[in-house]
């Protein structure tokens, strides 16, 4: 039993390459969350998914995309990286209203 | 929007205190809080849930009491120990129709407990 996985778990891009970013949940549970986390700025939301087949815009989308593959997975695309989005990417997942389960991270740089 | 703030940013103690951090939102329409820990390069761990119509929660050594009118939560930490250095994040739930279920974070408190 895993939990929550994310890969890679560093990555460095070049300004203007796209990447995705994995995540994965072996919790059932049906909702699942993509944040990032800057020093001082604490964590933010990205995207979320409340159910297999819906996404909605959290607090920072401009950017990213998402796609909700299934109910296990959550991966947030990046089209064209650019420097501001050098940060820690941390995926969520929760049973809905509870206790949220996050994974390791990925700590991606872009140059 | 919910606003929540974490005091002190920092704090640094000797083994063996009883410590007390703080957590406070502007808005009182919360599903839960929740407190979490972050060691260095990691993700986070979750510590304890407070469902809004709870007062308070405890395991071990961690204490956490919410005042959901007052928009005030303080997680207590008995008999500090060097393990317990990492950076406790504090979050509510928002109960509200459009951000129902967001979680919204804190800064953080970074702890550090000295031998």
């Known amino acids: 039993n895993a939990g929550v996985t994310q890969t890679p778990k560093f990555q460095v891009l070049k300004t203007g390459q796209s990447m995705t970013l994995q995540c994965a949940q072996d919790m059932n549970h049906n909702s699942m969350y993509w944040y990032r986390q800057d020093p001082g700025m604490g964590l933010r939301l990205i995207y979320y998914s409340a159910s297999e087949g819906t996404t909605d815009k959290g607090e920072v989308p401009n950017g990213y995309n998402v796609s909700r593959l299934n109910k296990r997975e959550f991966s947030l695309r990046l089209e064209s990286a650019a420097p501001s989005q050098t940060s820690v990417y941390l995926c969520?997942?929760?049973?809905?209203?509870?206790?949220?389960?996050f994974g390791p991270g990925t700590r991606l740089t872009v140059t | 929007k919910q606003e929540v703030t974490q005091i002190p940013a920092a704090l640094s103690v000797p083994e063996g205190e009883n410590l007390v951090l703080n957590c406070s939102f502007t808005?009182?329409?919360?599903?839960?809080l929740q407190w979490f820990r972050q060691d260095p390069g990691k993700g986070l761990t979750s510590l304890l849930l407070i469902q809004s119509s709870q007062r308070e929660q405890t395991s071990g050594r961690l204490n956490a009491s919410l005042d959901k009118s007052s928009g005030r939560s303080t997680l207590y930490i008995a008999a500090s120990q060097p393990g317990d250095s990492a950076t406790y994040l504090c979050a509510v739930t928002s109960d509200r129709g459009s951000t129902l279920g967001r979680l919204y974070f804190g800064r953080g408190t970074q702890l550090t407990v000295w031998p």
């Open positions: 808005d009182s329409a919360i599903y839960n």
């Open positions: 969520a997942c929760s049973g809905g209203g509870t206790e949220q389960y």
